[in-house]
């Protein structure tokens, strides 16, 4: 209980008060009564409140005793309630238990007619189904049927048109196809011609031999009547014989000479027509050095790069450019003439030793070559080979030709196949065009000699020129191949608008397809550039640009062990034993050994055998 109420709840403070006033009242009455009755007023009063506590017991203990009753009455209804509550649960679990009796013969009535009807859904249903897969058959077949007439529609458009294309292409064909023909003809009727011609040879050759058995035998008859004469008249007979053959022989030979050249240039163009044909755009180089790149080499452009050069040193090299090609994987990408070519615009190069840095390099076999053929006439020569060597033209792509990869390693075999020594090459992987390539060229700088032979673009050439031009030394070669190629157009291009007319180099000769420049000495090419030179008509050749210098250095070479080496760079050094120089013949047969050794079935050239003293 809140005795706070009591104060704060008007009605329980009224009565508060009232039970307070009551009390008062009752202590009052009780003093009163005790000083009426003399009996302590205090007694009195316990006596009045205990009976008062005794009425409130009672007055509990009555109602307590009817609650009681009350509550015990409830109960007794309770309990036949509950009676009565049990009675209607056991009727009603009765009734239950029968309706689960009879709901279970219901449901097991409702599972047969189930099965009996899924049984009767699953035959519908496969019924069904192969009507649906008759009808979706039938549907395809048709659909296909319709995509097959469309496309079949489509193909017969397609192939009329590859028709149209394939007749116009016949045409072409047929028309190319009788101009090759036409071309063959003429090869055989050129090969009938030199037969006819060897044929009359034959027999001017034999005539010449009846007419000089003749005299022979004129001769003889005279022999008893005077033995002088007869032998006078004998050797007048032979020299007479002798000339009129050699007339003959030379005619024939030049004719034959004339005919070859035209012929070598006829299956020349015969092959680029087939690669055109074929469509392949790759040419089968030749491996023949021509009448025309003899004449140049042994005369006019010879002298002007001021060497002296032989038949007999043409054969060789035509034969040593097939040994390389033979011993080595892959292939020379360039003719045996622009091979040769390349070697001869070297060895124009004064000094004792070599630096050639070559940009494009394949399988190496035109820098092999190039090794080759010029160690005899160095101290040493060393290459510096620039090449992305990744496939080909760095595109993971194999050589169309031989179906090869080019690679670094391939490279490396090749030259040491070559039995070039690891000191004498430089490989320099990357794109000329590449600032860190360049930069690792730039190291090996300045060179005698540099090739261009890489990107064959406008822009390629044009790079490599403006990049590489600068580091080929005063009076160095530089080389650019595929001049003049029909296959590359812009190379010739190139050359012609910018190179021809660079004040810093002058133009000595284009030999096949290699268009040969020379650096001009330190001083005349500033001179000319600031001039605005062009290259001059009439080149002349490095020694009689540099006549002290020669002087001098052969003054020294007089000294030098290997001067004789140095002074055979300028004529043969492949010719005869007779003419062979002690040095040369030892630096010719270190290089030329392991070559011949390695050509299984491939004879000796009877010119190195002879410069092998063999
Ligand atoms: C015609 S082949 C070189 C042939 C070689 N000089 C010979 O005589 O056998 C051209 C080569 O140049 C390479 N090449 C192409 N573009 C180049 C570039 N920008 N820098 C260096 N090499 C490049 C190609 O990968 C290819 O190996």
Redesign the pocket.
């Known amino acids: 209980m809140d005795f706070g109420e009591l104060f704060t709840d008007p009605s329980k403070r009224k009565r508060l008060l009232s039970a307070f006033l009551a009390v008062l009242l009752l202590a009052v009455v009780c003093a009163a009564v005790g000083v009426v009755s003399e009996i302590p007023a205090l007694t009195i009063f316990s006596i009045v409140l205990v009976a008062g506590a005794l009425g409130v017991i009672g007055k509990f203990l009555v109602t307590l005793a009817v609650h009681l009753a009350g509550t015990s009455s409830r109960l007794i209804k309770l309990n036949d309630r509950y009676d009565d509550t049990e009675k209607w649960l056991e009727q009603f679990d009765r009734g239950t238990r029968a309706t689960f009796t009879s709901l279970g013969k219901a449901q097991a009535e409702l599972r047969r007619s189930l099965e009996e009807a899924s049984s009767d859904i699953g035959q519908v249903k496969e019924e069904l189904g192969s009507e649906i897969q008759t009808v979706a058959r039938e549907s395809a077949t048709r659909e296909s049927l319709d995509a097959f007439v469309k496309s079949s529609e489509a193909e017969v458009g397609d192939l009329e048109k590859s028709f149209g294309v394939v007749r116009e292409s016949n045409g072409k064909l047929s028309k190319r196809i009788d101009e090759v023909g036409g071309r063959a003809k003429d090869i055989e009727r050129s090969l009938d011609h030199i037969r006819e011609e060897a044929e009359r040879v034959q027999a001017a050759i034999d005539a010449a031999k009846e007419e000089y058995e003749t005299r022979l035998s004129q001769a003889k008859n005279a022999l008893g009547k005077d033995i002088k004469e007869q032998d006078r008249l004998r050797r007048l007979a032979v020299h007479a014989t002798k000339v009129e053959l050699e007339t003959k022989i030379d005619e024939v030979d030049a004719a034959s000479k004339s005919e070859a050249a035209k012929l070598s240039k006829k299956m020349d163009s015969t092959s680029s027509l087939a690669s055109r044909l074929r469509g392949d755009g790759y040419v089968q180089f030749n491996r023949l050095l021509g009448g025309k790149f003899a004449s140049d080499v042994t005369g006019e452009v010879g002298n002007r790069l001021g060497l002296s050069i032989e038949h007999s040193e043409l054969r060789y090299l035509e034969r040593k450019v097939q040994q390389v090609e033979a011993i080595c994987e892959g292939?020379?990408?360039?003719t045996a003439e622009d091979?040769v070519a390349r070697v001869f615009a070297a060895r124009s190069c004064e000094g004792d030793s070599l630096r050639i840095l070559?940009?494009?390099?394949?399988?190496?076999?035109?820098?092999g070559f190039m090794h080759t053929a010029l160690a005899p006439f160095y101290d040493s020569v060393k290459l510096h080979l620039?090449?992305?060597f990744d496939g080909?033209?760095?595109s993971d792509h194999l050589d169309p030709l031989t179906g090869q990869k080019?690679t670094r390693a391939a490279v490396e075999r090749n030259l040491r196949r070559l039995a070039i020594d690891w000191n004498d090459f430089e490989i320099i992987e990357g794109?000329?065009?590449d600032d860190g390539v360049q930069k690792k060229a730039k190291q090996g700088a300045p060179y005698d000699v540099v090739?261009i032979?890489?990107?064959?673009t406008y822009d390629?050439v044009r790079?490599?020129f403006e990049r590489y031009a600068e580091y080929v030394k005063p009076s160095g070669m530089l080389i650019v191949?595929d001049y003049g190629s029909e296959d590359w157009p812009e190379v010739t291009k190139y050359v012609d608008e910018t190179i021809a007319s660079d004040g810093r180099f002058e133009q000595v000769a284009v030999l096949s397809r290699t268009a040969i420049f020379r650096r001009k000495a330190v001083g005349t090419g500033k001179a000319a550039t600031a001039a605005g030179g062009k290259a001059s008509p009439e080149p002349t050749p490095a020694k009689a640009k540099t006549p002290s210098k020669k002087a001098t250095k052969k003054a020294k070479a007089a000294k030098k062990p290997s001067a004789k080496k140095k002074a055979a760079k300028k004529s043969t050094a492949y010719t005869s034993s007779k003419k062979a120089t002690p040095s040369r013949k030892k630096a010719t047969s270190k290089r030329v050994k392991p070559l011949a050794e390695e050509i299984a079935g491939v004879g000796e050239d009877s010119e190195v055998a002879a410069e092998r003293g063999g």
């Open positions: 292939r020379l990408a360039t091979a070559e940009i494009g390099v394949l399988f190496g076999l035109g820098s620039l090449d992305p080909y033209y760095g080019v794109f000329s065009t090739v032979d890489g990107d064959h390629g790079e490599d191949d």
